[in-house]
T-cell receptor
């Protein structure tokens, strides 16, 4: 299995609070991604990174920001969490046009 | 933009029966295509991928998929279902430009004893 960890694995927070999710890889892959998974929607891309300090928006980026200061770490921040951001969040890594490998996921509940 | 359609959000088969999960893609040029499996409370695992080599792709756990350009399809099959195949299956296509993937909405497979 690709070396990808996500932290925390579970989080409960309140509306309006900031939340940061961390993805860490040991594979030295260039590309990293954040997805959210919701019933009936499959996986939707939030943001992705194509190198240190290089990021771009996905299809559902509103309300989320990301940062990548090191190759191995990709952070997803919810500046002010809302109930609509309750979801399961997955990090993935890949090389260009190659298979994406997924982390175990983070379950986030916003009350 | 690329898109992927998975027909049937839920599929039930009897143990030992053929598994057929459908995936159609939209793309003006042959893309890279993938099938992933997700077991409960886990991340996605790669089952198989098509990268413009052989049109019949064999994956793990006895699954295979056939790329049909004329039908823009990449259906997943397995000759004989096992109880352990019960999971969520996702079809995905890579973008022609850049490195984004587009996922279908998933098909939940139930295997009946």
């Amino acid at each position: 299995d690709a070396g990808i960890t996500q932290s925390p694995r579970h989080k409960v927070t309140e509306t309006g609070t900031p939340v940061t999710l961390r993805c860490h890889q040991t594979e030295n892959h260039r590309y990293m991604y954040w997805y959210r998974q919701d019933p009936g929607h499959g996986l939707r891309l939030i943001h992705y990174s194509y190198g240190v300090k290089d990021t771009d928006k996905g299809e559902v980026s509103d309300g989320y920001s990301v940062s990548r200061s090191k190759t191995e770490d990709f952070l997803l921040t919810l500046e002010s969490a809302t109930s609509s951001q309750t979801s399961v969040y997955f990090c993935a890594i890949s090389e260009f046009k190659e298979t994406q490998y997924f982390g175990p996921g983070t379950r986030l509940l916003v009350l | 933009a690329q898109s992927v359609t998975q027909l049937g959000s839920h599929v039930s088969v009897s143990e030992g029966a053929l598994v057929l999960l459908r995936c159609n893609y939209s793309s003006s040029v042959p893309p890279y295509l993938f099938w992933y499996v997700q077991y409960p409370n886990q991340g996605l695992q790669l089952l198989l991928k098509y990268t413009s080599a052989a049109t019949l792709v064999k994956g793990i756990n006895g699954f295979e998929a056939e790329f049909k350009k004329s039908e823009t399809s990449f259906h997943l099959t397995k000759p004989s279902a096992h109880m352990s195949d019960a999971a969520e299956y996702f079809c995905a296509v890579s973008a022609n430009t850049g490195n984004q993937f587009y996922f279908g909405t998933g098909t939940s497979l139930t295997v009946i004893p």
